[in-house]
C-alpha cells in the first residue's frame, strides 16, 4: 500500500500550530470495535460458559458501579438515578450478594485480582456502613493480590470524615476525587456545590490521613475556565501535594444540561478544539518542569504510590469482573454489561441470575486492537511488538503514515520505537483509531507486499 492510500489519517501538515487543527475533530476510541453481540436468549447460556471455563493467565481486574449521584452534574453524561438512602441501603444489599454468589464461580477464584475500582455514578454518596460493606465483601469474596489496588471515585460533597474513614478501615488504598476545577464561579456553574476553599479543605484533610494514594481529577474546557483560570487550577492542585493528577479535556456530550443550556445562550460556549489543545500542552509543560512521571497521556504521579494499575491495565485488555447495575467487563474475547436499569438488576439478582444487560464477542484481531490501545495510550509503539503480533512487515506497511505523523508533529522515531509527542498525546484517540481502522481494513497481501 502506497501513502497515499492513508491520507485519509493524515495530519494537516501546513505549518500551522498541530495542537490547534492537526485534525479537524478529536476521535473516540470505541471499546466494543469488532465484537458481535449474542441474542438475548444466548446471553445466560453464554455467561455461565465463561465462569464455569479455566481463567485465561494474566493479571485481573473488578469493576464495582454505583448508579446514584447527589445531583446531576451539568457536562455529565452518565447520570442515571438520584441517590436517596432507602435506594442506596437496597442496592448495597443486592450489589454484596451478587459479588459472594459471582465468587464462587470456577473463573472468579483461580487467578488474582490487582486493581478493583469502585466507580459510578458517585460510589460515595453511599452511606459509610454500605461503602464499608462493600469493600470489606470484594476484599473477603475475591481472590485479590497482595498489592491489589483498591479505588473509590468519589466528589467532595457527601464525602465526610466518616464515610473516608469507613474506606480505609474497610482496605481502600486508593481515592480519585473528581474535583474538576477550583474556581468557585466554574464549579457552581456546573453543579458543583463547593467552594474553593472547602474543596481545598477536604483534600487537605485526606492527603493528610496519609493512608492511601490521593489522585485529584481535573477538567480543561467547561465555560468560564480561561487560560489563567486553567493555570490557577494546575497550581492549587499540585500544591496540596497529592499522589496524582488527572487532566481530561471536556466532551460536550449532546443532551447532557450543559450542551442544552450553551445551546440555549444560558451559558458562555465552551472553549473550542482550537483552544483546548492549548489546555494540555499547558498541564503537560507544567509537570514537565516539575518532574512529575507521566503515566499514560492524561495522568501524571508526583509520589510512587500512585500507579493508576486499574486504568492501564484496562486499556491492555486485562480481564474485568464487573459488578453492579450499570457495570462493563471483560472475561478472555467476551465483553458484557450489567443491566443498567435498576427494576432489571434487582429482579435478576433476587431470581438468583447475573442480570446481563449484554453479552458480545470479539474477533481475531482484538490483541492487535489492545496492543495499539495501549501503547499509544502509555506514549509509544514497539513497531517489533506490533511486527510480532500482526505479521512481519507491518512497520514497514504502516511506514508512510507514521513518517506523515512525525512530519505533522506527532510523534518521533527512533529505533523502531514511536514516541508521541506532547501534541501526539493530545491527538492519541485519532492516531488509536486510524490505526485500528488500516489494521482491520488491510488487504491480506499487503504485509507480505510491505
Known sequence: MMGGEFSRYFANADGTNPLRNAFSRRSAVMPFRGRQRLASADIQPAWQRLVSAPALPGKRLAYIHVPFCANHCLFCGFYRNAYVPDAGAAYADLLVEE???????????????????????????????????IIETVRAALPLAADCEITVEGRIIHFDAEKIDACLEAGANRFSIGVQSFDTAVRRRQGRRASRQEAIAFLEALRDRDRAALVIDLLYGLPGQTPEVWRQDLETAAALGPDGIDLYGLNLIPGTPLATAIAAGKFPAAPGLAEIGEFYATGADFFRRRNWRQISNNHWARTTRERNLYNLLIKEGADCLAFGAGAGGVIGRASYGVASDLAHYTESVRAGRKPIGFLAMADDLQPLRNLVTASFEAGRLDMAALDSLAGEGTAAFLAPLLTQWKAGGLLTLSDGIADLTVVGRFWYANLISALHDILENRPLSAVDAA
Open 99 to 133: 459479588i459472594r454468589r459471582d465468587a464462587a464461580a470456577p473463573t472468579l477464584q483461580e487467578s488474582p485480582i490487582h486493581a478493583v475500582y469502585l466507580g459510578g455514578g458517585t460510589p460515595t454518596a453511599l452511606s459509610a456502613a454500605e461503602l464499608s460493606r
